[in-house]
């Protein structure tokens, strides 16, 4: 996922994704330090766990990037009026005053541009986390049936906690339309009665191994 983290303190153990390294798993942390763990079951289930509640709700981080969101536009539209201004000033009066303040206003429209940019991809990347927490257990329960292998019967059966197939770690390298043409697909399936005995997993998870 992308940095949600609101300060400096925060980023030290906010974690963005993580790889398992043999022996250790490698946390990327949004303070950029590096961090690596012992390669264990409950590692890396603590860690999905604090993936998870990162992106439950971030609402403080999505209303600080409306707000960015709404002064790069109000300062794209301030920008864009004074180029304008400016530009007919130097068809009237060419100057290089002038044109140094188109210089400046080309310059600050840019980086208002880029700003915006910047804010959507991580608003995005919000309501895709939302998306796959929203239904992760039915997207598991979808993908498990191209993952079912036949197994031995025993007399006691024993009780086995199941893995995801799909977790919040490897959403961070899915698009939210990834996402959510799983969902769609779950949706439609169950209102047009449509039974798959065998999902095909890698329609949908092409990097999964």
Aim: net charge negative.
């Amino acid at each position: 996922m992308l940095d949600y983290a609101l300060d400096k303190e925060e980023k030290k153990t906010f974690v963005l994704n993580y790889k398992s390294l043999g022996e250790y798993i490698q946390v990327n942390v949004a303070s950029g330090d590096d961090y690596s763990v012992p390669n264990t079951k409950d590692n890396e289930k603590n860690l999905l766990s604090k993936m998870e509640e990162q992106a439950d709700d971030p609402w403080q981080f999505v209303n600080k990037q409306e707000k960015r969101k709404k002064s790069a536009i109000g300062w794209l539209i301030y920008d864009a009026a004074f180029l304008i201004l400016n530009t007919v000033m130097m068809c009237l009066d060419p100057g290089i005053l002038t044109g140094v303040c188109i210089g400046l206003f080309l310059l600050a429209g840019s980086a208002q541009i880029v700003a915006l940019k910047d804010v959507k991809a991580k608003l995005d990347d919000v309501k895709k986390h939302e998306l796959f927490l929203r239904h992760k257990i039915s997207i598991n329960e979808y993908l498990e049936k191209g993952n079912c292998n036949v197994k031995e019967e025993t007399m006691v059966p024993v009780k086995e906690e199941k893995e995801d197939i799909l977790n919040i770690n490897d959403v961070h390298d899915m698009t939210y339309e990834d996402v959510s043409k799983i969902v769609t697909d779950i949706q439609r399936d169950r209102q047009l009665g449509i039974d798959r005995p065998k999902v095909l997993i890698k329609q949908y998870l092409p990097n999964k191994k």
